[in-house]
């Protein structure tokens, strides 16, 4: 599955963003999808991630509460809405596909990504 991701940019903290993601190629309902960041120096790590009926998700505990992660099968998106954004969110950020249908929280349980989408939170 090929994945693009858009929405990101520049915000002041405290502020939101809504990413999006779409996929093209395999059938997207077969996958489980997520989110995952990368910051210079740091590890990358996700932050978010839901099964193929949107019925179960996955939140990395820095973002509980603030970040929401959905999806639309008919039209082959994922979506991560930002909310209470903080400098510390600060990373490329990136949509992925998972392995099989459910929901993953380590980057090994991905098999597929696309070309992120930076966030930069001004403090």
């Known amino acids: 599955v090929q994945l693009q991701a858009s929405g990101g940019g520049l915000v002041q903290a405290g502020g939101s963003l809504r990413l999006s993601c779409a996929a093209s190629g395999r059938t997207f309902s077969n996958y489980g999808m997520g989110w995952f960041r990368q910051a210079p120096g740091k590890e990358g790590e996700v932050v978010a991630s839901?099964?193929?009926?949107?019925?179960?998700?996955y939140y990395e505990d820095s973002v509980k509460g603030r970040f929401t992660i959905s999806r639309d099968n008919a039209k082959n998106t994922v979506y991560l809405q930002m909310n209470s954004l903080k400098p510390e969110d600060t990373a490329a950020y990136y949509c992925a596909a998972a392995r099989s249908s459910r929901v993953y929280t380590t980057l090994a349980d991905f098999i597929s990504w696309g070309q992120g989408t930076q966030v930069t939170v001004s403090s």
């Open positions: 839901i099964s193929w009926s949107g019925g179960s998700t």
